[in-house]
């Protein structure tokens, strides 16, 4: 997967000036855990909350 590409894709759509921002966490996967097991997937959670609340004070700041 290209970042860049991903972007230029995104960049096509017709409402693409709605989107305000584009958010990546770009990483990679260590193949141990610090204790040394293998690491086999990856699980990604959300706080919600703390999300809803980064935006809105993020909103209240100018352009």
């Keep these: 997967m290209s970042l860049s ?3 230029n894709n995104i960049k096509k ?3 693409y000036h709605q989107a305000g ?3 990546c966490h770009n990483g990679v996967v260590r193949s ?3 204790d040394g097991r293998k690491v086999s997937g990856l699980t990604i959670s959300v706080d919600n909350e703390k999300l809803a609340q980064v935006i809105a004070s993020n909103k209240k700041h100018p352009a």
């Design 5 to 7: 590409r991903l972007i």
């Design 13 to 15: 759509r017709p409402d």
């Design 21 to 23: 921002m584009i958010l």
């Design 32 to 34: 141990t855990s610090r």
